[in-house]
């Protein structure tokens, strides 16, 4: 009887050993290819980095980096916008606390195709994370600037300022709202605060 306990669990050790060979040979080959990915982008030879990417997420899809990273070269080097919110996405729901904040990197890629909606809603859902990030405002009042809630879009205008003094950007581009609006004096305004913020050193 200890004879056949001995055996059994020899065979589950081996098993068990097996199994975990296997799974770290795997996690190797896809660390393999994400190296690789990395010093195909790095020569700025994307259609190899993104091939390498997909071929290593096909081996462990729960890498969150490299989901993201996948994401941000389709989106920035190659304007696959589908396939690059694919891949955010795949990001957020690995990991929501540390890249929630792709959700204004979807917001940016809807609002270049003219989804308007939806580049507003993904921009809220990043500042539910990132409620201080400037850039973020400022892209959510362009949002509804173009749909003409300009009411909602010098707020946010204001609230990018607020949040970054030195930039001009949010001070620019109310300008534009309040010269829409009709209110002159309030454009010029924010247009001398643009020109001073940017001839500062």
Do not use: W
């Amino acid at each position: 009887m200890k004879k056949i306990n001995l055996i059994i669990i020899s065979l589950l050790l081996f098993s068990f050993l097996f199994s975990y060979a296997c799974i770290k040979s795997k996690e190797n080959k896809a660390a393999e290819h994400f190296r690789d990915a990395s010093k195909a982008i790095q020569a700025k030879n994307y259609d190899r980095g993104i091939e390498e990417y997909k071929k290593g997420l096909e081996i462990t899809p729960g890498n969150v980096s490299a989901n993201f990273n996948l994401a941000y070269i389709l989106d920035t080097q190659k304007n696959s916008f589908d396939e690059a919110v694919i891949y955010y996405r795949r990001a957020i729901e690995i990991d929501p606390k540390r890249y929630s904040f792709a959700y204004k990197n979807i917001g940016s890629l809807y609002y270049k195709k003219g989804d308007n909606d939806a580049a507003i809603a993904e921009y809220k859902k990043a500042l539910k994370v990132i409620p201080n990030d400037s850039i973020t405002h400022n892209d959510l009042g362009v949002a509804y600037f173009s749909k003409g809630m300009l009411d909602e879009a010098i707020a946010e205008f204001e609230q990018a300022a607020r949040l970054d003094k030195y930039d001009p950007t949010p001070h620019r581009n109310m300008a534009k709202a309040y010269r829409v609006k009709g209110l002159e004096v309030k454009a010029f305004e924010e247009e001398t605060k643009t020109k001073n913020l940017e001839i500062q050193p």
